[in-house]
């Protein structure tokens, strides 16, 4: 059975690649949503990474209310924060 995978036009990966991308992220656009989940806050990735957006100016919402075992609700409320929070991206 043939499988299809739609990935982004640039992967940045390896060590020190947050902050090597930060020039790519940065032109996606002004505000980002920032989809994650408490463990991922927790262990303090998204601290690392609104620290290289505060850096680049790129404003963004954080909808940390998703878990590994995402709902259609909880898709439903991601959307509804990037429209009420006016993010771009």
Do not use: H, W
Not at 11 to 38: M, P
Not at 65 to 83: A, L
Request: aromatic fraction near 8%.
């Amino acid at each position: 059975m043939a499988r299809e995978f739609l990935a982004p036009k640039k992967i940045v990966n390896g060590e020190g690649a947050l902050a090597d991308a930060a020039s790519s992220i940065a032109g996606c656009g002004s505000k980002a949503l920032i989809v994650t989940d408490f463990v991922m806050k927790k262990l303090g990735n998204l601290q690392m990474l609104t620290e290289v957006l505060d850096a680049s100016g790129v404003q963004y919402s954080v909808y940390d209310e998703v878990n590994s075992e995402p709902t259609d609700s909880m898709v439903y409320e991601g959307v509804k924060r990037f429209d009420s929070e006016r993010c771009n991206f």
